[in-house]
C-alpha cells in the first residue's frame, strides 16, 4: 500500500518569506499524481497544486511551486512571498494511476504566518 | 465555478442512532467519495463509488457504513448505528476522468 509521510508537524515562516514543506511517498508504481491541499480553519480541502508523475517540469502556481523528485519520490511544496492567508493545514496526497483512484494522505504540517 | 455541497454542515446525534450524510456532487463528474478526518489526525478514505456502485472501500467502512446515490444528483453516507469513535469531518469529494478532486466543505458529525 501506499504511504505518504510529512515530516514536519508545523512551519514558521515571516510575512513575505519563503517556506518549504516536504513531503515523501512509497509507492512500486510509476503512473500516479500528486497533490498539496490546504485546510485553511474552516476545514475545507482547498487543491493548491498538482503533479503527474511522468511530467518532468514541476508544476507551478502562482507563488506555490513544487520540487518533484521522483527517484527520491519526493515531493515538496514552496510557498513564496508568504502572506497572512496562507496559514493553514497543508496535506501532501497521493493517487494512483492505475486500478484504485483514492487519495491517500500524508499527516499535514500547520504553516504559521507571522506578520 | 461549480461546487460539491454537503448538508448539513454540523450534526448531533445519540450515540447508536443511524445518520445519513448528504452531499451533491459537481453534475457531469461520475466519480465520488467519501473521506473522514477526525480531529487532529489526517484525512482517511472511506469509500469510492462509480458508475452506480462501489469501487474501492477502506477497511474503516465496514457494515455500519453504506453508500447511495438515490435519484442521481445526491449521493449519500448513511452511518447505521453511531459510535463516539464515529465524530468526525465527513468530506464528500467528486471528479471527472482526468480532472482533479473537488472537496465539499464537510459534515461535522459529533456522537454524543
Known amino acids: 500500500a501506499q504511504t505518504v509521510t510529512q515530516s514536519q508537524p508545523e512551519m514558521s515562516v515571516q510575512e513575505a518569506e519563503t517556506v518549504t514543506l516536504s513531503c515523501t511517498y512509497d509507492?512500486?508504481?510509476?503512473?500516479?499524481?500528486l497533490f498539496w491541499y490546504k485546510q485553511p480553519p474552516s476545514r475545507q480541502m482547498i487543491l493548491v497544486i498538482r503533479?503527474?508523475?511522468?511530467?518532468?517540469q514541476n508544476a507551478t502556481e502562482n507563488r506555490f511551486s513544487v520540487n518533484f523528485q521522483k527517484a527520491a519520490k519526493s515531493f515538496s511544496l514552496k510557498i513564496s512571498d508568504s502572506q497572512l492567508g496562507d496559514a493553514a493545514m497543508y496535506f501532501c496526497?497521493?493517487?494512483?494511476?492505475?486500478?484504485?483512484?483514492?487519495?491517500?494522505f500524508g499527516g499535514g504540517t500547520r504553516v504559521l504566518v507571522k506578520p | 465555478e461549480p461546487e460539491v455541497t454537503q448538508t448539513p454542515s454540523h450534526q448531533v446525534t445519540q450515540m447508536g442512532q443511524e445518520v445519513i450524510l448528504r452531499c451533491v456532487p459537481i453534475?457531469?463528474?461520475?466519480?465520488f467519495y467519501w473521506y473522514r478526518q477526525i480531529l487532529g489526525q489526517k484525512v482517511e478514505f472511506l469509500v469510492s463509488?462509480?458508475?452506480?456502485?462501489?469501487?474501492?472501500k477502506s477497511e474503516i467502512f465496514d457494515d455500519q457504513f453504506s453508500v447511495e446515490r438515490p435519484d442521481g444528483s445526491n449521493f449519500t453516507l448513511k452511518i447505521r448505528s453511531t459510535k463516539l469513535e464515529d465524530s468526525a469531518m465527513y468530506f464528500c469529494?467528486?471528479?471527472?476522468?482526468?480532472?482533479?478532486?473537488?472537496f465539499g466543505s464537510g459534515t461535522r458529525l459529533t456522537v454524543v
Open positions: 496526497a497521493y493517487r494512483s494511476g492505475a486500478a484504485g483512484n483514492k487519495l491517500t
Open positions: 469529494a467528486s471528479r471527472q476522468t482526468g480532472r482533479g478532486y473537488t
Open positions: 463509488f462509480y458508475n452506480n456502485e462501489i469501487s474501492e
Open positions: 503533479q503527474e508523475a511522468y511530467k518532468q
Open positions: 453534475s457531469n463528474h461520475l466519480y
Open positions: 509507492t512500486s508504481e510509476s503512473d500516479y499524481y
